[in-house]
């Protein structure tokens, strides 16, 4: 497969939203879905402005009643929408080799974008009563995290993630425009980061709807942090890539706890859970790699490499290098980044060892 296709599949819905705070409604793939996970839900009772055909379609619900995020083209003589950005093809053992990294701050640049992701992420935890266990520690029973609270927090996150490249990819295409100069790539690796970005939500809502809190939460985070994040790219590109950097640390850490707490079994509702028709195909997923777990493990792949890019476009010189991620080097021998998962440095490149 060449290309990503969003396709028109379906999923089986099973209604509606619950009480907590992040309301969320759930939607399998897999037609063994275990009932007790959507046993709190209650009907939603919106109609849906498409009609819908997919194979996988299994449910009580009627079909006038199930909502989709992304229905298929209605233009007539369209049949599918294709992506210009194609995912670079991960293999199992790449992605079996990310690990949780951490750069050191060595200046005072560095501490402000450390600092400034370390509030974020206390005050999300704080707000969420997320708990991250300390190595072999067991929580309270209040902070062990279901597959409705992962998903919450997956969907949350991903809606922020998808701002930074947005923003530093707007503003470099604006600088490029006014000052009649190049960019020298930067541009379209910002773009596509955001891309990534929005492709994980997109996933992510196909296996659950988010409840009118959490679409305010989401609202009111967009409109901070994304006037937040303009205003500091134009005074420091360099602070909000390694800012990017470390938030990208956390977001493998996240990634890797859900993966090993699956592992672990301590997510049984998604041991029989597939990928969306939608991941299978931006990622590319093998016939025999698309559960829960090779999601995951996408995704936090993705993640890691946003953290190298991060940080290595944080060690530049902003005006004037060259992105390395879209560089021809002269010698082909010597290793480079690279845009898949060949040569990935979970502290980024330093600029010494590219240029
Ligand atoms: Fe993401
Ligand atoms: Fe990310």
Redesign the pocket.
Known sequence: MNSLTISSTTPLRVAARPQSLFCLAARSYSGVTPTTFYGSFRVNRRSSPVAYSSKRLISSTPQNQIKEYFPPPQTPGVKEVQSAWVHPVYTESQMRTIQIAHRDATNWSDWVALGTVRIFRWGMDFVTGYKHPEPGQELDAKFKMTEKKWLARFIFLESV?GVPGMVGGMLRHLRSLRRMKRDNGWIETLLEEAFN?RMHLLTFLKLAEPGWFMRFMVLGAQGVFFNGFFLSYLISPRICHRFVGYL?EE?VITYTRAIQELEDGKLPEWNTLEAPEIAVQYWQMPEDKRTMKDLLMYIRA??AK?REVNHTLGNLVQATDPNPYQTQYQDPTKEHPSKGMENLKGEGWERKDIF
């Open positions: 993630a970005e990208e977001a993705d993640e946003h």
